[in-house]
């Protein structure tokens, strides 16, 4: 299995806040890097694919980098609604394998 | 636009066999470029990928979970199903079913949810 470590766990931040997330996969998956966001009892919504690629509808603060085993995200002005867990996942592998989520607090 | 609805029991006996069915709405379950998920979330935990069906019938499954893990899918009813055989405990979780969208060589990724559904296993 490939595994997707990510850091921090958790980060206590305040709105206008740049924020990057860090994934580190413990192989290449080139640039097979898919990040999500899950709020409290909701489903995880589709953020960025393929490293640095943004689903449709996702605001333009959001963006995403690296390739190899090396991968970010950042937003770089939170807002009130970006409170949430987020989660990277990689596709290089058919056994699909997320990170263990961040989760961003209000500080 | 393509919705996913969960349904089934929200509570299974161990030693048993859990069973969802996911419904797709708005689309075609048929398309060439998809494959449909089935992904879980103990609580408070991370999430864990229980396996693939393409329309094809052509399935992939966690290894952790091959043995238990049967997926299959209706086309005629825009409909695909999970089994999980002999569950215990360690299986209460929140089970999501989720469309992949595949384009080879460019990306590879969950586009679209369910909402979630809760199933506890129980003693």
């Known amino acids: 299995d490939i595994q997707m470590t990510q850091s921090p766990s958790s980060l206590s931040t305040s709105v206008g806040d740049r924020v990057t997330i860090t994934c580190r996969a413990s192989?290449?998956?080139?640039?097979?890097l898919n990040w999500y966001q899950q709020k409290p009892g909701k489903a995880p919504k589709l953020l960025i694919f393929t490293t640095s690629n943004l689903q449709s509808g996702v605001p333009s603060r959001f963006s995403g980098s690296g390739s190899g085993t090396d991968f970010t995200l950042t937003i770089s002005s939170l807002q009130p609604e970006d409170f949430a867990t987020y989660y990277c996942q990689q596709s290089y592998s058919t056994l699909y394998t997320f990170g263990q989520g961040t989760k961003l607090e209000i500080k | 636009q393509v919705q996913l609805q969960e349904s089934g029991p929200g509570l299974v006996k161990s030693s048993q066999t859990l069973s969802l069915t996911c419904t797709v709405s708005?689309?075609?379950?048929?398309?060439?470029?998809?494959?449909w998920s089935w992904i879980r979330q103990p609580a408070g935990k991370g999430l864990e990928w229980v396996g693939r069906?393409?329309?094809?019938?052509?399935?992939n499954q966690n290894p952790s979970l091959k043995s238990r893990v049967t997926i299959s899918v209706d086309t005629s009813k825009n409909q695909f199903s999970l089994k999980l055989s002999s569950v215990t405990a360690a299986d209460t979780a929140v089970y999501y079913c989720a469309r992949g969208v595949v384009v080879p060589g460019a990306h590879d990724a969950f586009d679209v949810w369910g909402q979630g559904t809760m199933v506890t296993v129980s003693s």
């Open positions: 069906i393409y329309s094809t019938g052509s399935t």
């Open positions: 192989q290449s998956i080139i640039t097979y």
């Open positions: 708005g689309g075609s379950i048929s398309s060439g470029t998809h494959y």
